[in-house]
């Protein structure tokens, strides 16, 4: 990380947080804040007056949605029986930090996906369910939507150990290069 670099990290979970104010120091160079807050409320965090303090959102930021918005969800039950999901809030969440951000700031963002393990990762979200928490996988196309609005980066929205292959290190998991089945996590970056 820069020295320089100026971080704004939020959370919800309390273990989390406890953790953060233990880890996160800043240094003379550049500054770090942690902010208490769920990103299913943007505004609440965009206030925050510890973001407000180390960022100036008149400047580019880069804002890193890392694993995120695939814990959040809003599910409907249909006549059926069956839920079924309502990607909206997790779009709308995504849009207005977007929207927040001064131009020539850039969104990553890194989302797990089914495609390529359908039935793994519905056991993973499965679990995640009886545990009373969620966790949705979405396809390519679903992921390739947070980004609506925005200028992808090439090579787009893709398997995120695909993104920048050429920074792979020979046996990064388990000894040996990891197929895309094995990370099922799709990523992009774009401009804003």
Request: negative net charge.
């Amino acid at each position: 990380m820069a020295p320089g670099a100026r971080i704004v990290y939020a959370d919800n979970d309390p273990v989390v947080l406890s953790h953060a104010r233990a880890l996160m120091n800043s240094n003379p160079e550049g500054e770090t804040a942690y902010i208490e807050g769920d990103m299913r409320s943007p505004k609440t965090i965009l206030d925050a007056p510890e973001l407000r303090a180390i960022l100036d959102l008149d400047e580019p930021v880069g804002l890193l949605l890392i694993a995120t918005m695939h814990l959040i969800a809003t599910m409907h039950l249909i006549a059926t029986m069956h839920l079924i999901e309502d990607l909206r809030e997790a779009y709308e969440v995504c849009a207005e930090f977007v929207a927040a951000m001064p131009p020539g700031s850039h969104l990553a963002l890194s989302h797990l996906t089914g495609d390529l393990l359908p039935e793994h990762m519905a056991g993973v979200s499965a679990s995640y369910a009886r545990r009373g928490m969620t966790l949705v996988v979405r396809g390519k196309a679903e992921i390739t939507g947070f980004f609506d609005g925005t200028e992808l980066i090439d090579p787009g929205v893709e398997v995120v150990h695909r993104w920048r292959p050429e920074m792979r290190r020979p046996g990064d998991i388990g000894g040996a290069p990891a197929s895309d089945a094995e990370v099922s996590v799709y990523g992009g970056v774009a401009r804003i």
